[in-house]
């Protein structure tokens, strides 16, 4: 089989999948004929030829697919005009921290959040397909270890956990990312976030927020601290005012 002939056969067998194909599949197009660096070459070269349509080939966290192209999203969105699904700031957060700090428990979340993560919360994206529990902590209860799916990644778009947008300290875990219609929340319009460091263990963020507390208890110390401490030479001589109206209003109140 000559070259091009091998080109229309992954082109049409990428073009009707319903789901994105591995190179392990599309070995499977040739009897394993072909090997899996000329394959590489042939997809890419696949890439090439739709350069500049409305559709593209990209490789996703599940394989290889054809997909339409971001720009043309609004158009296409008017086919199918019903509202799509919205999602609240707390599942989106508690999504982020799993892309970014898998793997996590709902104790590493809480810790981050400062919230209580609610069940149901972890449901909604194990529904979704967007997490999934892939193991458990050897800790007391040995709580569920949370970790992004392929689903999730091939909703995004994106082939590698790699290509998540870079963190800067504070920033919104999900601000610069291109998700679909269905994901967006306020939570996304906050701007995109600066490159950053590789993310913090997930114990870490616990740690700041204890940090950004202390200033507050050392000024409730400094300000008690001020106070005229009790010592002989402080105390009011017995004559004065003060203790006379004390007694005055204990002899009110004892009557």
Known sequence: MNTQDAKRVLETALICAQQPLTLRELRTLFADELGADTLRSLLDELVRDWEGRGVELVPVASGWRFQSRPELREYLDRLHPEKPQRYSR???????????RQPVTR?????????VVSSQIVKQLED???IDAIGHREAPGRPALYATT???????????LEQLPALEAGGQPLAGLELPPEMQASLLDEGAAEPAAEPEPATEP????ETAAEPAAETETDSSSDAPSPSDDALPPPASPAPESDDANAAQADA
């Open 90 to 100: 707390a599942v989106l957060e508690t999504l982020a921290i799993i892309a970014y």
């Open 206 to 209: 616990a740690a700041e927020l």
């Open 150 to 160: 392929r689903q999730f990644l091939d909703d995004l778009g994106l082939s590698s």
């Open 107 to 115: 104790g590493d979340i809480e810790d981050i959040r400062g919230v």
């Open 128 to 130: 979704r397909g967007w």
